[in-house]
């Protein structure tokens, strides 16, 4: 039979073993939710510069940036409160092993952090795309590029350049002059 200091001692491996592998968690949640924003910033410049070099006015497709920011937005907000559910976790694991000492851990000083200017900064590329996507919408005539009708090009009527005659020269003595021969 174990005694207790065996017991605790294979709590606070597997304790330090989960907080490792939730700190892979993490930082993975992380990189997916900087790369989403990479990706949802890729998407919509190129569905808007599309749609301006393509004269297309349908309110429909100058929606679409709109809903992937919405969509993006809450994508990023699940993230987000992912990360706060293994936020409280290891809250509660750095409660139980870090009384008494002077240093709190990283989840409770977080929570000092944490609020609506915390929200907005981890959302703002979302609400970005969200203020711009708007106005696109309503003046999407505006961004439209018109195309060149090329059934009916320019034609521009081109003179021949006025050049002299051409005269041909002999230099003597040169290596490349040709000497006449007379071969009777």
């Given at each position: 039979?174990e005694?207790?200091e065996?017991k605790?001692s294979k709590?606070?491996?597997?304790?330090?073993?989960?907080?490792?592998?939730?700190?892979?968690?993490?930082?993975?949640?992380l990189?997916d939710i900087?790369?989403f924003?990479?990706?949802g910033?890729?998407?919509?410049g190129?569905?808007?510069?599309?749609?301006?070099?393509?004269s297309?006015d349908?309110l429909f497709a100058?929606?679409l940036?709109?809903?992937?920011?919405?969509a993006?937005?809450?994508?990023?907000?699940g993230?987000?409160?992912?990360l706060?559910?293994?936020?409280?976790?290891?809250?509660?694991i750095e409660?139980v092993?870090?009384?008494g000492y002077?240093?709190?851990?990283?989840?409770h000083w977080l929570?000092k952090?944490?609020?609506v200017r915390?929200?907005?900064?981890?959302?703002?590329?979302?609400i970005?795309?969200?203020?711009?996507?708007?106005?696109?919408?309503y003046?999407?005539?505006d961004?439209?590029?018109p195309?060149q009708d090329?059934?009916?090009?320019?034609?521009?009527?081109v003179?021949p350049?006025?050049?002299?005659?051409p005269?041909?020269?002999?230099?003597?003595n040169s290596?490349?002059s040709?000497?006449?021969?007379?071969n009777?």
């Amino acid at each position: 039979m174990e005694n207790v200091e065996e017991k605790h001692s294979k709590a606070v491996e597997y304790t330090i073993k989960e907080f490792e592998v939730l700190r892979i968690e993490i930082d993975s949640t992380l990189k997916d939710i900087r790369a989403f924003e990479l990706y949802g910033i890729i998407a919509t410049g190129t569905i808007w510069a599309w749609l301006a070099t393509h004269s297309n006015d349908n309110l429909f497709a100058w929606s679409l940036p709109l809903l992937l920011s919405f969509a993006g937005f809450f994508r990023n907000w699940g993230l987000y409160r992912h990360l706060g559910f293994i936020g409280k976790y290891i809250k509660q694991i750095e409660i139980v092993h870090l009384k008494g000492y002077a240093l709190e851990g990283w989840e409770h000083w977080l929570d000092k952090d944490r609020g609506v200017r915390r929200v907005v900064t981890d959302n703002l590329v979302w609400i970005i795309l969200l203020f711009v996507a708007l106005p696109a919408i309503y003046l999407r005539s505006d961004f439209i590029v018109p195309i060149q009708d090329h059934t009916n090009p320019i034609t521009i009527d081109v003179k021949p350049f006025p050049c002299p005659p051409p005269q041909s020269k002999i230099i003597k003595n040169s290596p490349h002059s040709v000497t006449p021969t007379n071969n009777k």
